[in-house]
DNA sequence: TCTTTTTCTGAAATCGATTTCATAACAATT
DNA sequence: AATTGTTATGAAATCGATTTCAGAAAAAGA
């Protein structure tokens, strides 16, 4: 057995309130005491049983963490590796320890988050993702559980805090970097439509398309499944280059999947950029690594992960102090997978 | 505040130990009981609160992970994300949850391994290297807690159990495979020679050089240090190349770092493979999307993180089970990085 | 010197479960 | 009918801390 409390307060001959107080540091105790009783602390090896202390205090000073498809799929992606990252280092700034579910399916996950809340196992929860039809939020909410999301909330807007970038403006910008480019025949390669990120994206890329006047055809609006991206990124690339008017610019809601299309262009010996220019989201690694280096969007995730760990640390600290929303910028990384090209001349009737 | 087993108990009528027994469906309680107790737990919405009994228990069901640099750099390399994957997993499968640590320096990783294990907050531990000087293993060692580290021990091989891949063969294995397409002149860039590893891959580099009879100079010998991978990458590849032989062939000990290296090769206008080759290692999603995709050797970092996790569990359930050490295999995966090159033919004299 | 205030410490309750030990009620055995 | 054995449950101690409330001792004020 270890060293408790009352062990230290017996040598000491003090109450084992006094030595919780030592502990703590209280300003009621005595210097003399106080040393006195660290000394003994030392001494006996006495070390602080954080599950007592949690069970009087009710509270852990963990966070949990929700991925999409957790372990299975998110990991795959640095992306979420980023995020973790700066969630990782503002726990550790403010003394919180971090617990990942470890569930794989969308149910097993959501049955991780209940044990996580009703179990007292955390407190507060960050959610990675912003999903329609998600069970996790809904659930947070009704239980008046502390909680930041990731991306953008799906209604309840201003019920909770979300840490999110403007996608549609980011994903605006990308496209007029190729339009600027002299890219008129765009394809947008995007994830799963269930996700709020994705759907934003796809609004910029409309919207810029459609201020600039450019017809974009559903056919040349893809998305990858995740669970089986590299066969999927084949077909895709296939389906896209076989139409009349392949894209000469493509839109990729993620480095991952962006490098996936890449390597399946680059098998159909399509050159990149000289044939199609690619621009991607999230400037993670594998953007630089890339071969061309991936010209990118930078939504900054470690920033996202550091913002929205540290706003629910804030509120855990003082629910009364709720923080909306926290919008992070986002810039266009310019690599070298983006050319500029001659745009085809629409034939013009003469107007003099 | 929540409802008790107490609570559950003067509602059903019953004492707060029935209650208990209930949960864990004890075979003591009348079926009868059980249902009538189960119905009120369910009316009254209980939830078992994990910390009143991991108090009793005394254990937390969690296990902790300590990474070499911890989030901050870990967590950029995806071979760290498949080895989470995995344990992720396993643990998923034995109802453990999973604690990071959250520290950056080699000392608050440390510390946080200290406040695990005093505190009590985790169950056992997984090392996810293994390093020379490192405190992490001794200390645990000291303190008799359970741990599994991924890596090879550096001593007390028989005390505790490891996860590992054949390093030196694996490293033998891919320098061969080289000498086997005809390279004679052989370069090794690995991580930081402290980590063990790195040290095994160079030892079955010199080993497959030497059996071959290839003469390796100490400066076609790199390491690449993590911490400014891309501007290190480009240094060693400029030192690479101006030696009087660069080498034609090679063997780098890890995806990521190859990509580092193939990118800054690529920036100097080198081929791969016409002009390099290159072998990596831990076949991670990077070595499949780069370009050209990397021929590597697969470390199988999935399984290393489920053995670790498992054998500790193991452990856990059964601290007379130990099981000493496993070696996960290892393959080449053939990819596009790797060519056969027609060796320079070595002046000979006519011996007829 | 006596009262009041302040400073320091202790006793005991508490957090939410588990578990040992005891016992009531009933069945089985002789 | 008396004894032994089962079965089902409860009372109370316990895990290791924290915290409220109270009280002793010392300092300050009258």
New binding site residues.
């Given amino acids: 057995?270890?060293?408790?409390?009352?062990?230290?307060?017996k040598r000491a001959?003090?109450?084992?309130?006094?030595?919780?107080?030592v502990?703590?540091d209280?300003?009621?105790?005595?210097?003399?005491?106080?040393k006195r009783v660290r000394k003994i602390m030392d001494e006996m090896g006495?070390?602080?049983?954080?599950?007592?202390?949690?069970?009087?205090?009710?509270s852990t000073q963990t966070i949990g963490i929700v991925m999409k498809d957790s372990a299975t799929h998110s990991f795959e992606n640095p992306f979420f590796s980023e995020i973790l990252k700066g969630i990782s280092e503002s726990c550790h700034a403010n003394e919180y320890s971090l617990n990942l579910t470890t569930g794989e399916s969308e149910e097993s996950i959501f049955q991780d988050v209940i044990k996580m809340v009703q179990g007292?196992r955390v407190d507060g929860i960050i959610v990675l993702y912003s999903k329609e039809d998600d069970k996790v939020v809904p659930y947070l909410m009704e239980h008046n559980f502390p909680f930041v999301v990731v991306g953008k909330p799906l209604y309840g807007a201003n019920k909770f805090m979300y840490v999110d970038n403007d996608n549609i403006e980011a994903s605006r910008d990308a496209t007029n970097y190729l339009i600027d480019r002299g890219h008129r025949e765009l394809g947008f390669i995007g994830g799963d439509l269930k996700f709020e990120v994705t759907r934003d994206r796809l609004k910029g890329f409309k919207l810029a398309a459609e201020q600039h006047g450019i017809e974009v055809k559903d056919h040349s609006i893809k998305s990858i499944d995740l669970n089986d991206t590299v066969e999927n990124g084949k077909k895709l690339v296939k389906a896209l280059l076989s139409l009349s008017k392949p894209p000469t610019g493509l839109v990729i809601t993620d480095d991952y999947n962006g490098l996936t299309v890449m390597s399946a262009l680059q098998e159909e010996n399509i050159r990149i950029p000289q044939d199609v220019s690619i621009i991607g989201f999230n400037n993670t690694m594998i953007a630089k690594l890339a071969n061309p280096p991936l010209t990118t969007v930078d939504t900054n995730p470690y920033q996202l992960g550091f913002e929205a760990s540290s706003g629910l640390i804030d509120i855990l600290h003082d629910p009364s102090k709720v923080k909306r929303g926290v919008i992070i910028p986002t810039t266009i990384i310019e690599r070298d997978s983006c050319i500029s090209i001659q745009p085809m001349i629409e034939p013009q009737l003469d107007v003099n």
């Fill in positions: 057995m270890s060293v408790t409390i009352k062990d230290v307060a001959n003090v109450a084992p309130s006094t030595v919780s107080r502990i703590s209280s300003p009621r105790i005595s210097e003399d005491t106080k006495y070390h602080l049983n954080i599950n007592g202390r949690v069970l009087v205090r009710q007292k």
